[in-house]
């Protein structure tokens, strides 16, 4: 391996003497196979553009200029809207720390020649985190366990009602609990109080857990691109009360659910996760609900997990998703 890795080094004085090209990053001093890499501390780099040639290439080349290895990459092309999408996990080199800082700032550089809306993140990083509900438990209490056991890397700031109800579990998880009872006279009130909480907490993300309040306009375009809802079925189907009764009385033969990012629209915002379930004429309304309250959890859990690992891209009204 040691004279592989010095044959290699020696190719590249032979190009830098006979040729005017630039030497292959892999053949330059310091790049050779035995490189090791940190994989266990990763970066990823979110990013969309204007379609056009060379946006890979210049990415790929920075990376590999910053002496960072790429641990995984893709990309997407929307003939529709001629936006690029592009997500790259990548990592330094082991015993090098890697400066986040001077990283973002000498990226501007191409983001400014690609006129980029981008972001690098820490992968080790915890994105803070607000949760909404209202009586119904099965969305909390699935995503504290995911959070418990490592699955969902996020740090949950406090849970939000407007009932009582659900406060047992939030002390039991020692997470702050916050009742702001809803009513037609205090909505507006409440909501200021609750975007107030937001900034107070450093929240980054807000789920509505089965939150059983519609934001107003003006709050929703305040958390734009910042909440996420579950939906009981595919949308649009069934909204209002009872909505696996409205599904029996109907004969469906399929339901769901739909993780969505909260928009002014009900139910309308961008689809990040949906979930189907075959059924039949032989399920009750309880036993479609049972179903239903299975398909909502993990339609939410995933979105969740898609939005904190920086998977998720708003593309008009629609995502693209990198799973």
Not at 53 to 60: C, E, H, L, Y
């Amino acid at each position: 391996m040691r004279e592989r890795g010095q044959s290699i080094i020696n190719a590249a004085e032979l190009i830098e003497c006979s040729i005017d090209a630039p030497v292959p990053y892999f053949l330059r001093h310091g790049y050779h196979v035995g490189m090791e890499f940190n994989i266990s501390h990763a970066y990823i780099l979110t990013a969309t553009c204007a379609s056009r040639m060379g946006t890979t290439a210049r990415i790929t080349g920075f990376i590999a200029a910053h002496r960072l290895y790429i641990m995984e990459m893709q990309q997407f092309d929307d003939v529709m809207t001629k936006r690029f999408f592009v997500r790259v996990t990548f990592c330094g080199v082991a015993g090098e720390p890697v400066d986040l800082k001077s990283l973002r700032k000498d990226f501007i550089a191409v983001a400014d020649v690609e006129q980029m809306q981008w972001a690098i993140h820490d992968g080790a990083y915890r994105s803070r985190v607000m949760i909404l509900v209202s009586k119904f438990d099965h969305c909390l209490e699935d995503l504290l366990y995911r959070h418990r056991t490592g699955e969902l890397k996020m740090d949950v700031t406090c849970i939000v009602s407007n009932h009582p109800d659900l406060q047992p579990i939030a002390d039991r998880h020692g997470i702050p609990h916050h009742w702001m009872p809803v009513t037609a006279a205090t909505k507006t009130a409440q909501e200021a109080r609750l975007l107030a909480l937001i900034d107070e907490t450093e929240s980054e993300l807000v789920i509505l857990a089965r939150y059983m309040q519609i934001l107003s306009d003006e709050t929703s375009r305040r958390l734009h691109g910042r909440a996420v809802n579950i939906h009981h079925s595919f949308l649009p189907g069934f909204k209002g009360a009872k909505p696996y009764h409205q599904a029996h009385t109907r004969g469906v033969k399929l339901i769901g659910a739909t993780a969505h990012y909260v928009t002014g629209d009900l139910d309308e915002g961008p689809i990040i996760e949906q979930i189907v379930q075959r059924v039949d004429h032989s399920y009750t309304p309880e036993m479609l609900s049972a179903v239903g309250r299975d398909s909502e959890r993990r339609a939410l859990s995933t979105a969740v997990r898609l939005l904190l690992e920086h998977r998720v891209f708003l593309d008009d009204q629609k995502t693209v998703v990198f799973k």
